[in-house]
């Protein structure tokens, strides 16, 4: 069965220190991993994603078949990095997987 | 710029009364989607269409219905709405041909009283 884990319902670390929030998922073919991003009161969107290998906002995510898993890091937390952050699988049928969610929290 | 705009931010209204929400996009892209999103949990996909081609969730109750009558425009139409409906709807799009990216729109609060 296709399905997205995120964990950690909450996450909070102070500002400086390092984040992962966690991902693992399950799928039978070639993945395409997504992390979404919802800050307060702003629409959903796309932080990154595993084929464009990018850095946003200081955000990483490498995706590792061998432990399936798309974990999201950030070596320094910043206070407006404080959102929900979801990660997501997409399938054949143009749909999205979604795991939990993990909400950060980012303490000054 | 290029968006996803949904209309109206708030809707507010009775047990059992029909009501329509409405999204509409400027990227001409060929699939829209429909989701139910609850307080601090996931999206849940009600349905999405490949240009005219609807295709509809397993879970997704009959209560809840879409119109598409051209690329830009998508209707969620909620037949008898529930207390168990009030959510947040959001409206996204994505390309054909692949898995991509998908545009929100900031979504619809619904209060059923």
């Known amino acids: 069965a296709q399905r997205v884990t995120q964990p950690e319902k909450l996450l909070s670390v102070f500002k400086g220190a390092p984040v992962e929030l966690k991902c693992n998922y399950s799928y039978s073919g070639s993945p395409e991993l997504f992390w979404y991003v919802q800050y307060s009161r702003q629409r959903l969107q796309l932080l990154l994603r595993?084929?464009?290998?990018?850095s946003i906002k200081g955000f990483t995510a490498d995706l590792n078949k061998g432990e399936t898993s798309f974990h999201l890091k950030k070596p320094f937390a910043q206070e407006e990095d404080s959102a929900m952050y979801y990660c997501?699988?997409?399938?054949?049928?143009?749909?999205?997987?979604w795991g939990a969610g993990t909400k950060l929290i980012i303490k000054p | 710029d290029a968006m996803v705009i949904q209309n109206p931010r708030y809707q507010v209204t009775q047990f059992g009364k029909p009501v329509t929400l409405s999204c509409s996009q400027t990227l001409n892209h060929n699939v829209m989607y429909w989701y139910q999103q609850k307080s601090s949990q996931a999206p849940k996909l009600l349905f999405h269409y490949y240009d005219k081609d609807f295709n509809n969730e397993a879970d997704t109750p009959d209560n809840f219905q879409s119109r598409r009558p051209n690329t830009s425009f998508c209707f969620l139409d909620i037949r008898s709405p529930g207390l168990g409906d009030a959510a947040m709807y959001l409206c996204a799009t994505s390309k054909a041909g692949g898995i991509h990216e998908q545009f929100f729109g900031p979504g619809t609060r619904l209060t059923v009283l």
């Open positions: 997501a699988l997409g399938d054949s049928n143009y749909q999205l997987i």
């Open positions: 595993h084929i464009s290998r990018e």
